[in-house]
């Protein structure tokens, strides 16, 4: 295996409002290689109503390469951003989520349709 060095941070907002759920996370990450983002930023954010049981529905908005929306000769070839409609389950006392759905590219470089799936596990 080969690749380069890196640094990366995440910051995860929650908070419940009734049945409501809302939350947001940014991630940061710098590569310690040449020809690369001086720093590439992530967001993504979304909504959530408990629906029945452990089944929620939401909607889910995520932008990828974000520093691309000012700075035009970033490496990765500009921002792409995508919503979409989710689904998931909360099991074992809510500390297992099980998360997925399609999603709908919004910009130029987006693919635009695509599948997500997601696992999380609280301690």
């Known amino acids: 295996l080969s690749g380069n060095n890196g640094a990366w941070g995440r910051v995860s907002l929650a908070q419940d409002v009734g049945r409501a759920r809302f939350g947001t996370t ?14 590439d930023v992530m967001v993504m954010a979304g909504a959530s ?15 990828q390469d974000l520093e691309g929306a000012v700075d035009r000769g970033e490496a990765d070839g500009g921002m792409r951003h995508f919503v979409g409609p989710t689904a998931s389950v ?15 590219g919004l910009s130029k470089g987006s693919p635009p349709l695509l599948g997500r799936v997601g696992l999380a596990y609280a301690f």
């Not at 109503?49 to 932008?63: D, H, N, T």
């Open 26 to 39: 940014v991630h940061a990450e710098k590569v310690f290689a040449g020809g690369r983002d001086a720093v």
């Open 49 to 63: 109503y408990a629906v029945v049981g452990p089944l929620r529905a939401g909607v889910e908005y995520v932008a």
């Open 90 to 104: 909360e099991l074992l006392d809510k500390r297992l989520t099980l998360n997925g759905g399609p999603a709908m």
